[in-house]
């Protein structure tokens, strides 16, 4: 008996993919990449300055409202000027108006007061030596006035401050007593709400707290003593040196 032949045929893929052909791909291939149309540096420069500039329909959107404004801008000036002078011309015509009527009223009255004139003369000069001697008067009572009314602010200023001074002291005191009978009360509460053995466990402690804050500033005296005798010896001790 033979073995079975199990051998299969290898078939070349390379030669099967020749053997069916191009295949027709759908779309842009690698070579129309490379061959596609490029600008040159000429065109490339222009489309850089397009840039630069802006664009041509927002510069003629910007120019037009400029030219609006500009034309507004006039229309104001012009209602303003003409409001102006039509202003002047009102006052220039109520000018003449009354310059008119002053000439009329001077005309007409000029009659009657050449025949009072003579009387109006004399009583104008008694009225002008009274205000004379009423000025005089004044003049000489001015700075005994003045004196007087300096006197009495600078006293006004003395009272004010006196009393200030007094209200501050007093409101102090108050302010004193009032912290003075509020510590009395703490106390009382306090001593009245602790029993007997609290009571003399408190106060024995502030008999101890008491005798080492006596102990304590004994021993600083005397460090301050020694420290003070020490240095008149030094002192002693140079002076005899000089000497010698």
Not at 8 to 27: D, L, T
Not at 80 to 85: A, V
Not at 183 to 196: N, P, T, Y
Not at 199 to 214: C, L
């Amino acid at each position: 008996m033979g073995k079975r032949d199990n051998r299969v045929a290898y078939m070349n893929p390379i030669a099967m993919a020749r053997s069916r052909g191009p295949v027709q791909s759908s779309g842009p291939t690698i070579q129309d990449y490379l061959n596609r149309p490029r600008p040159t540096w000429e065109e490339v420069k222009e489309q850089l300055e397009k840039k630069k500039k802006g664009s041509k329909a927002l510069a003629e959107f910007e120019e037009k409202m400029n030219e609006n404004w500009k034309k507004e801008l006039e229309k104001h000036r012009e209602k303003l000027l003409s409001g102006n002078e039509s202003s002047s011309k009102k006052r220039q015509r109520k000018k003449k108006e009354k310059k008119k009527s002053g000439r009329y009223s001077s005309s007409s009255s000029s009659s009657s007061d050449s025949s009072s004139s003579s009387s109006d003369s004399e009583d104008e000069d008694k009225k002008q030596t009274k205000k004379r001697k009423k000025k005089k008067s004044r003049c000489h009572k001015s700075p005994e006035s003045s004196v007087s009314d300096s006197d009495s602010d600078s006293k006004d200023g003395s009272k004010k401050k006196k009393k200030s001074k007094d209200v501050t002291e007093k409101e102090k005191d108050t302010k004193g007593l009032s912290k003075k009978r509020k510590l009395c009360e703490d106390r009382a509460l306090s001593s009245a709400s602790l029993s007997g053995s609290d009571y003399e466990e408190v106060q024995a402690k502030r008999k101890k707290s008491g005798e080492e804050r006596e102990r304590t500033d004994k021993a600083k005296k005397r460090r301050k003593h020694k420290k003070h005798s020490k240095k008149k010896k030094k002192k002693a001790a140079g002076s005899s040196s000089d000497s010698a």
